[in-house]
């Protein structure tokens, strides 16, 4: 394909939305980041859905115990986060909670008084390989440390479920699956139910029913203007999406954004970077399964939410993130002595609190940079 053939992708573009009554959720590392997101713009949110996910800055855990400090989070977040031995050695919940009070006060996240009144739904699958349920509990654990009242938080921990988000689709792996793409069918042990309705339910308790029909639209944007720095570090994909309801879109006032963060090896067109190329003969792509078929769009819908997917990308040159994973180890600022990773200045936070902030702009774009040269189409 010539040189010059470019793709224009759509910008994002804003809509009237009710003001701070936005929440979060994710999977895998999409609950780490959610946890991340949550702390860092607290006033915004007013709930989050932690799927398989521990508690904030957890990869820091005996960070001394690494022979190389640059190995010491991405050491920590396999060995001691995701699958502590015992308790003992698991991440501690009140010394997190310590840490994010002092990274409040020094302005660095949104006061932790915001907290006090947000819902959260936190899950756990008994048969979760990936993600030891006692991390889990660890961000329970967390949030009640923080303040957040013990009737506003719902902690799921007896679903025979493996490492995923939980559909109603036949179609998707067994319950206890602990694979790709993660999404697992529940079946009548979780009552034919969407997680994901789950976890909106619980964060605003007076939804209507999901839609049966989708009456909005599915847009793809581009990612770039929002990311502040060098691309390529951000492990940021090109692309997001956004589901915005038929009522919105014929000028009815959204209630709320939610952003729906995907886990490792979930985002769009995911597949494994071998040597910096995607190794598609090995590891097909997805598509957009994680964005089209886990029933967020369905129950926003009925209930005028505009849903946010910002997308992660897989590399391992530059960003060492070949599985396409949200940043709660540092791998974004891997040179730092002390990796930003969590607060309102890390570079993924920044970006999709920017996508938030321009969702809602009531109609008016900001003026955000394109850019430049602008993308080539690969041949």
Same mark, same amino acid.
């Given at each position: 394909?010539?040189?010059?053939?470019?793709?224009?992708?759509?910008?994002?573009?804003?809509?009237? &939305?009710?003001?701070?009554?936005?929440?979060?959720?994710?999977?895998?590392? *999409?609950?780490?980041? +959610?946890?991340?997101?949550?702390?860092?713009?607290? +006033?915004?949110?007013?709930?989050?859905?932690?799927? +398989? !996910?521990?508690?904030?800055?957890?990869?820091?855990?005996?960070?001394?115990?690494?022979?190389?400090?640059?190995?010491?989070?991405? /050491?920590?977040?396999?060995?001691?986060?995701?699958?502590?031995?015992?308790?003992?050695?698991?991440?501690?919940?009140?010394?997190?909670?310590?840490?994010?009070?002092?990274?409040?006060?020094? *302005?660095?996240?949104?006061?932790? %008084?915001?907290?006090?009144?947000?819902?959260?739904?936190?899950?756990?699958?008994?048969?979760?390989? &990936?993600?030891?349920?006692?991390? @889990?509990?660890?961000?329970?654990?967390?949030?009640?440390?923080?303040? @957040?009242?013990?009737?506003?938080?719902?902690? &799921?921990?007896? &679903?025979?479920?493996?490492?995923?988000?939980?559909?109603?689709?036949?179609?998707?792996?067994? /319950?206890?699956?602990?694979?790709?793409?993660?999404?697992?069918?529940?079946?009548?042990?979780?009552?034919?139910?969407?997680? #994901?309705?789950?976890? /909106?339910?619980?964060?605003?308790?007076?939804?209507?029913?999901?839609?049966?029909?989708?009456?909005?639209?599915? /847009?793809?944007?581009?990612?770039?203007?929002?990311?502040? !720095?060098?691309?390529?570090?951000? #492990?940021?994909?090109?692309?997001?999406? @956004?589901?915005?309801?038929?009522? @919105?879109?014929?000028?009815?006032?959204?209630?709320?954004?939610?952003?729906?963060?995907?886990?490792?090896?979930?985002?769009?067109?995911?597949?494994?970077?071998?040597?910096?190329?995607?190794?598609?003969?090995?590891?097909?792509?997805?598509?957009?399964?994680?964005?089209?078929?886990?029933?967020?769009?369905?129950?926003?819908?009925?209930?005028?939410?505009?849903?946010?997917?910002?997308?992660?990308?897989?590399?391992?040159?530059?960003?060492?993130?070949?599985?396409?994973?949200?940043?709660?180890?540092?791998?974004?600022?891997?040179?730092?002595?002390?990796?930003?990773?969590?607060?309102?200045?890390?570079?993924?936070?920044? %970006?999709?609190?920017?996508?938030?902030?321009?969702?809602?702009? !009531?109609?008016?774009?900001? %003026?955000?940079?394109?850019?430049?040269? +602008?993308?080539?189409?690969?041949?």
């Amino acid at each position: 394909m010539p040189d010059d053939v470019r793709i224009q992708v759509p910008s994002l573009i804003g809509y009237s &939305v009710e003001a701070n009554r936005h929440s979060v959720s994710g999977l895998s590392s *999409g609950a780490f980041m +959610a946890v991340q997101l949550h702390l860092a713009h607290s +006033a915004s949110f007013v709930g989050a859905g932690i799927i +398989a !996910g521990g508690p904030y800055r957890c990869a820091e855990t005996f960070r001394e115990a690494a022979i190389f400090a640059g190995d010491a989070c991405a /050491l920590t977040a396999l060995y001691i986060a995701m699958a502590p031995l015992t308790p003992a050695v698991a991440p501690k919940p009140r010394q997190l909670a310590a840490a994010a009070r002092d990274v409040a006060k020094a *302005g660095r996240i949104d006061p932790i %008084a915001h907290l006090a009144d947000d819902r959260i739904y936190v899950f756990t699958g008994t048969q979760d390989k &990936v993600l030891s349920p006692i991390a @889990v509990r660890g961000t329970r654990d967390f949030y009640e440390a923080l303040g @957040v009242p013990e009737a506003n938080i719902l902690f &799921v921990d007896d &679903v025979p479920a493996g490492h995923s988000i939980i559909t109603s689709n036949p179609e998707d792996l067994p /319950l206890g699956a602990n694979r790709p793409p993660y999404l697992n069918y529940g079946g009548a042990d979780f009552g034919n139910r969407m997680q #994901s309705h789950d976890v /909106l339910n619980h964060i605003y308790p007076d939804l209507q029913p999901p839609a049966e029909q989708l009456s909005g639209q599915l /847009l793809r944007f581009d990612q770039r203007p929002f990311v502040d !720095g060098d691309f390529a570090q951000s #492990s940021m994909n090109p692309y997001g999406y @956004v589901y915005v309801p038929g009522g @919105v879109l014929q000028g009815r006032k959204a209630r709320a954004v939610h952003i729906a963060l995907h886990g490792c090896k979930q985002g769009c067109g995911y597949v494994t970077a071998t040597y910096g190329r995607p190794d598609t003969q090995s590891q097909p792509p997805y598509g957009n399964r994680f964005i089209t078929t886990t029933g967020y769009n369905s129950i926003a819908d009925s209930n005028d939410i505009i849903v946010l997917y910002p997308q992660a990308i897989g590399s391992d040159l530059g960003a060492q993130n070949p599985e396409g994973c949200w940043d709660w180890w540092g791998y974004t600022d891997a040179g730092s002595a002390q990796p930003d990773y969590y607060t309102q200045n890390a570079i993924q936070i920044r %970006a999709i609190h920017h996508m938030l902030m321009q969702v809602c702009s !009531g109609g008016e774009e900001r %003026a955000i940079r394109m850019p430049t040269p +602008a993308a080539k189409v690969m041949s």
